[in-house]
């Protein structure tokens, strides 16, 4: 799916969640990755090396905008790879299961893709598959998001 025009603004919230772009440690790191991807089967930066992940986030080639509640605790979070830009990969987005179902996520991936394009990009795009949650087309599309290939490939390639 992609993105090729500026996308609307969020709509406000008047919840005590927030939004902000972060830089994480790879423990933290790891530890969001796991508590949003472990129900979808995530096992990419699962599998990189230590120390190239943390290359990869101290290194100015990705953004991370993570969703917190009152207290601190990520819900969720929108990760950008800026590797090769003008072009950006919406490489990674979701939310923990306890924060699913009340709106947090469509908001998360508004505020982060309208940021992200602050930055000036041509295209956004993302790839998503039947593993993904089941609301996630929908989510993307609402965002403006257009499917522009479709691909059937066996497990693994990616």
Same mark, same amino acid.
């Given at each position: ?95 923990? =299961? ?8 469509? #908001?998360?991936?508004?505020? $982060? !893709? +309208?940021?992200?394009? @602050?930055? %000036? =990009? ?8 039947? #593993?993904?949650?089941?609301? $996630? !087309? +929908?989510?993307?599309? @609402?965002? %403006? ?14």
């Amino acid at each position: 799916m992609e993105l090729r025009e500026s996308p609307t603004p969020p709509i406000e919230r008047c919840g005590g969640e927030r939004i902000a772009l972060e830089r994480l440690s790879r423990d933290e790191y790891l530890t969001l990755y796991r508590s949003v991807g472990e129900p979808l089967r995530w096992d990419q930066r699962l599998q990189m090396p230590a120390t190239d992940l943390k290359e990869l986030l101290d290194g100015r080639l990705l953004s991370i905008y993570v969703l917190r509640n009152l207290r601190g605790h990520a819900l969720g979070f929108c990760e950008f790879d800026l590797s090769a830009f003008p072009e950006i990969e919406l490489k990674n987005f979701g939310l923990i =299961p306890a924060a699913q179902g009340r709106g947090l996520g469509p #908001w998360l991936l508004a505020v $982060a !893709i +309208r940021e992200i394009w @602050r930055s %000036g =990009p041509t295209r956004i795009w993302l790839h998503t598959d039947t #593993w993904d949650h089941p609301a $996630a !087309i +929908r989510v993307y599309e @609402r965002a %403006g998001f257009h499917v522009y290939d479709v691909r059937n490939e066996a497990p693994g390639m990616l």
